[in-house]
């Protein structure tokens, strides 16, 4: 069956530094990638995502692109601020229909 | 912002009692479904609808039911809670199509069992 790995935090990094959050999945066929966010007392919301091999997500200076090679889509971003402590998703679906596979969630936590 | 709606927020009952978690989209979503979400933050599929009077069990077993009588509504009930139910649940709808794969979360409803 589908699975989704991501590293498992917390993750507690200073202002300005740089980001990175592993992810890797385990699929048939070629899914689409996503990666959410969810903000302390607040449901998920969605960050960016990609749909086939090589594409590249990117939204509020995140980046992360499919690896079908791989079978990753880390997630980057290389100045943080306090605003991005959050928990951070990633997820996959396949093409028909759209039940998420989700990961265990990364707590990210940016200290000034 | 999305445009789904949960409620209650928070809620503390005792052992035994039947509860109703409310969830309500008005963005004509065909597509909601409730995720579980543990301590440790994993979700967990619990119930899926992909439109009116129909709904499935999703991948972790559960003793709640859910219904779709109407498209915006897809209310969840515990018959009789127990302290092993106290979780978050996250109500979630998505339109109709292939692919895509962008679900619209409320903010979640904490239970916490006696």
């Known amino acids: 069956g589908n699975s989704v790995t991501q590293m498992e935090g917390p993750v507690t990094l200073s202002e300005e530094a740089f980001l990175t959050i592993n992810c890797t999945y385990t699929a048939t066929g070629y899914p689409s990638l996503f990666w959410y966010v969810q903000y302390p007392g607040e449901g998920l919301q969605l960050l960016l995502k990609a749909t086939k091999a090589d594409d590249k997500g990117s939204n509020k200076g995140f980046e992360a692109t499919y690896r079908k090679e791989t079978t990753s889509f880390h997630l980057e971003k290389g100045s943080v601020q306090v605003s991005d402590s959050a928990v951070y998703f990633c997820?996959?679906?396949?093409?028909?229909?759209?039940?998420?596979?989700f990961g265990g969630g990364t707590r990210v936590l940016v200290k000034p | 912002e999305a445009d789904i709606y949960q409620t209650p927020r928070y809620l503390v009952i005792g052992t035994g009692k039947k509860i109703t978690l409310e969830c309500s989209q008005t963005m004509g979503h065909d597509k909601m479904y409730w995720y579980q979400q543990d301590p440790g933050m994993e979700l967990h599929l619990i119930h899926y609808?992909?439109?009116?009077?129909?709904?499935e069990k999703g991948d972790l077993s559960s003793e709640s039911t859910v219904s779709r009588i109407r498209t915006e509504h897809f209310p969840l009930t515990l018959e009789s809670a127990r302290p092993s139910h106290t979780s978050q649940y996250l109500c979630a709808s998505s339109p109709r199509g292939l692919g895509g794969g962008e679900l619209f979360f409320g903010e979640g409803s904490r239970l916490t069992v006696l």
């Open positions: 609808s992909y439109g009116v009077n129909s709904t």
């Open positions: 997820a996959l679906s396949k093409a028909a229909g759209n039940k998420l596979t």
